[in-house]
């Protein structure tokens, strides 16, 4: 059969002839038969293939699917209902877990016990009903036709849990109060189905109005008051049934985040924050027709009043326990992965027992040191301005990274908050030991290609213009104190010693702001987000004693981390809570640390500290180096300084006695200005010669700085530096005083401060620091 006639078979639906065989046909036969085959071992392959892909289709059926989807919904379901019938509404416990807690100097001597929980039930007929709208607008729109679940935010909460990322909100006012009322703070997958099931339990069985009553009875409100009526006191002095609309709109916000919405230490970043969060609750009132619109267009944010100090925590004693509650509850958010007002609520009367690192021979002295040096010297009644000052200081082992003495404030019943530990104010000059840091530890190098080191040559010409690599001015020419030049070559020596602002500017510049900041933040110093310019090596941003004394107890300690911490064990119904260790990593090369200490001592026996330090009769032979600051407009003068085995930094901070603004110093106890080398480093010298080791030695390996050789005075040139020399700077903190700074600080560092700084106007030729305006960014981690 031919080809052709084989194609009409086909056609005609008949059966193919069989081809012939490869002995009998022709050569273009047997090509179309080898053809054939291999179309018939493709067809073979598509069937085979055909056959995997149906296996697969009658293993994963659509019925099969939907059969597996049903029989997990209903193993949950069945779960659930088990869950259900086995977990029962326990007794209250929330007020039986509330101990007092117990402070213990280093001895083991009880410094103080801050107990009764404050609290006091009220009813809920004696809250206003709009205040008590207030708290459904804030937490749960639902909540009064809800059946006391979020589902979706349980789910989410679960989720979170398993992946360790913490709480997320979501929950009910049916299930937080559950969690206040007859759980924990826990976050464990048991807990939240615990949650779940009591919650179902408890909003079939009790009213809403019970419920919420029980809410607002048992929530945490921060500043240790749990439940409306001691809120209410505490940030308004009014009974509940007093409160406005205003105000219980405030508390229902800080529910949220108690600790960071508290107006009184609030950041900048928590007051808009909070405020956001009040208005939120009220446009909500108004959504849910429970305030007027007209009334609530005319309402404006009632601020709270101060907090009032727990009795038994007058003197220094507050100031204490607050910082030792702060480390706490800060590594129990890093640790335990939970928000700091769960942190704050796992600590506040909750039966620990917390050893501080205060010595109390140490103490003393302190305290009398400031009595001595600067208190005795004020008189608030002849000079408006001795109101305004306020002193802070922090004393840490370098070794160990304990805070062994540490001075807040006058007294915690009248000053909350604690100078030592208040970041809003600049530390002015004593920065420009960081900027030697940074260019010994990155090996910089002045424009002119020579390292820089204690010997290097720079030009100290007041307002001298700071150039870039490429020789074309940055727009920062700072004032040396007083206007003062000191000619065009200075060492690097001279210039840490007279505090040469426009040195150290050109020098950061030369080692770039960025590894100035970099290095900041590896002593222990909270940068933010801090831009790298220029004018930020004036020391404009903001810090407090605490953070200074771990800066240069770092120094102190070789370049290895120091943390300077209060807790010195923790303990909570047997078992120790783990506290980290203050001392960390090398984080800058000892060559580095031991370079700078050395040159340091010069600021001590050659520099503005001298008067102070170096010629005081009770220095006997001690080791000393340090380094003085007196920011701009007066507004806070520093010195930081270290023995071998004791570093201590001492501020004073103007403050005005009753707005709490900045404020300046000059005139205080008569004298024309505050600065670093007056009382601070008076009063950094009578306590440190008075408990410090007499013979103990600084350990150099360095062979650089007044420490090792004689002070180098270079020989005159008619051609100066390309590299200016540093000089004194003044620094401007911000306006308004605390932990954290407040809104009335300085703009933050992402606004660029301007480039050219202003100046007081001192009469001394003791240093300060120039600073521009807005300087610092108030982040408020304090």
Request: charged residues 25%; glycine residues 10%; neutral net charge.
């Amino acid at each position: 059969m031919g080809r052709a006639e084989e194609r009409r078979a086909r056609q005609r639906g008949g059966r193919r002839a069989a081809p012939p065989t490869r002995s009998s046909g022709t050569p273009s036969e047997g090509v179309a038969e080898g053809g054939r085959a291999a179309a018939r071992k493709a067809a073979r392959g598509k069937k085979n293939t055909k056959n995997g892909k149906s296996r697969i289709r009658r293993l994963f059926t659509w019925k099969k699917i939907l059969g597996t989807f049903f029989g997990l919904c209903l193993l949950g379901i069945g779960a659930f209902i088990v869950l259900y019938m086995m977990v029962g509404v326990p007794k209250g416990n929330a007020d039986a877990q509330k101990q007092s807690n117990i402070y213990k100097y280093s001895d083991g001597s009880v410094m103080a016990r801050e107990g009764d929980t404050n609290r006091e039930i009220v009813d809920l007929s004696e809250v206003p009903k709009e205040v008590q709208h207030t708290f459904v607008a804030a937490e749960n729109k639902t909540f009064y036709t809800d059946a006391g679940i979020d589902l979706k935010g349980t789910a989410r909460g679960l989720l979170n849990t398993l992946s360790g990322k913490g709480k997320q909100g979501g929950s009910t006012i049916t299930q937080q109060y559950v969690k206040n009322f007859y759980l924990d703070q826990d976050q464990t997958v048991t807990r939240k189905l615990k949650e779940l099931v009591i919650s179902l339990k408890v909003d079939r069985n009790t009213s809403k109005d019970d419920i919420l009553a029980g809410y607002i009875n048992t929530s945490y409100y921060g500043r240790g008051a749990y439940g409306i009526q001691a809120a209410a006191q505490d940030y308004y002095r009014v009974d509940a049934k007093k409160l406005t609309v205003e105000q219980g709109a405030y508390l229902a916000a800080l529910l949220q985040a108690p600790s960071q919405y508290d107006w009184a230490v609030a950041t900048p970043t928590g007051r808009k924050l909070v405020q956001a969060r009040w208005n939120y609750v009220l446009d909500n009132m108004v959504d849910m027709g429970w305030l007027d619109k007209t009334k609530r267009a005319s309402m404006t944010f009632p601020v709270p009043k101060e907090p009032k100090a727990a009795p038994g925590l007058e003197g220094q004693k507050g100031y204490f326990v607050k910082l030792a509650k702060q480390q706490l509850e800060a590594q129990m958010v890093k640790k335990d992965g939970i928000t700091q007002d769960e942190a704050e609520a796992r600590v506040e009367n909750s039966g620990w027992t917390i050893t501080l690192n205060i010595d109390k021979k140490k103490q003393a002295q302190l305290e009398k040191s400031v009595k001595n040096q600067l208190t005795s010297q004020l008189d608030p009644k002849k000079r408006t301005v001795d109101r305004n000052v306020q002193a802070g200081a922090a004393s840490v082992d370098p070794k160990t990274g304990k805070i062994v003495a540490l001075y807040g404030g006058s007294d915690y019943t009248k000053h909350f908050i604690s100078n030592a530990n208040r970041t809003d104010y600049q530390p002015a000059s004593t920065f420009k030991p960081v900027i030697l840091a940074a260019a010994l530890e990155n090996g910089s190098e002045t424009q002119s290609g020579k390292p820089i080191g204690a010997n290097t040559v720079y030009d100290g010409t007041s307002k001298r213009q700071v150039v870039d690599a490429g020789g074309n001015k940055v727009g920062f020419a700072p004032e040396n104190e007083d206007d003062h030049s000191y000619g065009k070559q200075v060492t690097v020596q001279t210039a840490m010693n007279q505090s040469i602002n426009s040195v150290f500017a050109q020098m950061g510049v030369d080692v770039g702001m960025d590894k100035v900041l970099a290095t900041a933040t590896k002593l222990g110093m909270d940068t933010g987000k801090l831009k790298a310019l220029p004018a930020y090596t004036l020391g404009t941003m903001g810090a407090s004693p605490i953070q200074m004394a771990g800066v240069y107890a770092t120094l102190d300690n070789h370049g290895k981390q120091v943390t300077p911490t209060i807790i010195g064990s923790a303990e909570q119904g047997g078992s120790e809570y783990q506290m980290p260790d203050p001392i960390g990593e090398q984080v800058i090369s000892r060559e580095a640390a031991d370079t700078v200490t050395s040159v340091l001592t010069g600021v001590v026996d050659d520099g503005t500290a001298k008067v102070s330090v170096q010629e005081n009769p009770a220095r006997d032979g001690r080791k000393v180096a340090g380094k003085t600051g007196t920011s701009d407009d007066n507004l806070s003068a520093w010195f930081t300084g270290y023995t071998p085995d004791l570093v201590t930094s001492v501020g004073l901070f103007g403050e005005d006695y009753k707005t709490h603004a900045q404020s300046k110093m000059y005139k205080t106890a008569g004298l024309p200005r505050v600065n670093g080398g007056g009382f601070p480093a008076q009063i950094w010298a009578e306590y440190t010669f008075g408990v410090a080791d007499s013979d103990s030695k600084f350990d150099l390996e360095t062979d650089q700085g007044a420490a090792v050789q004689p002070t180098f005075t270079p020989k005159p040139s008619e051609t100066p530096s390309e590299t200016p020399s540093e000089t004194p700077t003044t620094d401007k903190p911000s306006e308004t005083p605390s932990e954290t700074p407040t809104t009335g600080a300085p703009t933050t560092p992402e606004e660029t401060p301007s480039e050219t700084p202003t100046t007081g106007a001192p009469t001394t030729p003791e240093e300060s620091t120039t600073t521009p305006e807005n300087p610092f960014d108030p982040n408020g981690d304090q």
